[in-house]
């Protein structure tokens, strides 16, 4: 089977993270939580592949995020289509961290007012698909 590693676009991550201190400019003035994505003490956002950008990021909001996963990080690899390509369930993949060691537990994002996330790399994502096994891709 062919893995289809650049055929992903879209990388749809959903963690687990129990409310802690998440890192900056994530809360209101009263202390509530108004990250983008962020219920039910689960994160879950789309991000484009190519550009590193969290998809329909509210425009002018930053945030440095950092959360302790709690037991696993889960990951669908999309297509240009919305089709799953790949699925992954496991440690926090270190592109979910880019400028510092997550050590395998924390998604470390520093994210611009236009969704950017700061460090990303594309080919880091590629390199993780790449050494997933073979089971982790959806047949075609």
Known sequence: MEKRVDDVKMILLEAWCPFEDFGSNVYDNEGHMVLHGYRDDTWTVAIDKEAGRIIDWPVGMKANVYFKVRDECALKFLGKDSEAIAIYEGYVP???????????????????????????????????????????????
Do not use: R
Not at 108 to 120: A, M, R, S
């Open 94 to 140: 270190d592109f979910l961290s880019p400028l510092e060691d997550g050590f395998g537990d924390y998604i470390n994002l520093d994210i611009n007012e236009h969704g950017l996330i700061k460090g990303w790399n594309k080919d880091d994502v590629t390199a993780f698909l790449e050494q997933l096994p073979d089971k982790a891709f959806q047949m075609k």
